[in-house]
């Protein structure tokens, strides 16, 4: 049975709730993905501004330029492919149309990613520039997805609109560890360099000729090996020791 959202529209603020909510989303012509960029990031960059540390959040807002990269590239590989199949309809063999298509979409310029820097964290520009390269496929990309076959209306390869959704919701989740800090106040503490406490070592308590650790395992002592042994560890036996001949 197809399943269709025809029968309700939903704004693309809505789309984005329920994007975050693990909903069925579907992206149609109204979509405009620098606007998107903008209502994710402007409110993060205002916040971490605004935080006595912005600095500690640089790896976290790094995570988020290279989620807004990845959206802008799988739009630009969805435009690729589109223009690609319009320009080799005519090729008949499959063989020769998947090479040729293949060679046209390698070929697709993608926009420079902006790189997110320290004083950009303090001045919070950083949002505007990364909605500035949202937007140099924006346009493009809603004509795409206006025309585009829309989910749950054939089989086999994801629709244009499911492969966009799943990179979004990689923005979504990048965003929300910022959030998630900021609402923590985590202050100095750079979330994204900690590491787990190293394990202790074993310590060990060496007892005439013996080595007894914590676990009760008994080793000798390769400088004391020769001598009479004890262990002090109640109820052990002392081991008896005989001399290489």
């Known amino acids: 049975m197809t399943i269709s959202l025809r029968s309700r529209e939903f704004s693309q603020a809505d789309n984005r709730e329920r994007r975050r909510r693990r909903l069925t989303v579907v992206l149609d012509g109204g979509f405009d993905l620098a606007a998107e960029v903008a209502e994710i990031c402007a409110p993060l960059a205002e916040a971490v501004a605004g935080s006595p540390t912005p600095h500690t959040h640089r790896l976290a807002m790094s995570a988020v330029n290279d989620a807004v990269a990845e959206v802008v590239f799988v739009a630009v590989a969805l435009l690729a492919e589109s223009d690609a199949a319009q320009r080799t309809a005519h090729i008949a063999d499959l063989s020769d149309l998947r090479r040729a298509m293949t060679m046209l979409t390698d070929r697709a310029q993608r926009p420079a990613a902006p790189v997110v820097t320290l004083d950009d964290l303090d001045t919070g520009e950083w949002s505007a520039a990364l909605v500035a390269y949202a937007s ?63 394990r202790p070592r074993r310590r060990a308590a060496q007892v005439g000729g013996w080595r007894c650790d914590l676990l009760g395992l008994r080793r000798p002592v390769p400088h004391l090996e020769g001598q009479r042994s004890r262990c002090a560890l109640p109820g052990v036996r002392r081991p008896s020791y005989r001399p290489r001949p």
């Open 136 to 198: 140099q496929v924006s346009d493009d990309l809603a004509a795409l997805l206006g025309r585009a076959v829309r989910p749950g209306e054939r089989r086999g390869l994801d629709t244009a609109s499911e492969r966009l959704v799943d990179v979004l919701r990689g923005l979504d989740g990048a965003a929300g560890v910022v959030r998630a800090r900021r609402r923590a106040g985590a202050g100095g503490v750079d979330l994204g360099q900690h590491r787990p406490a190293a």
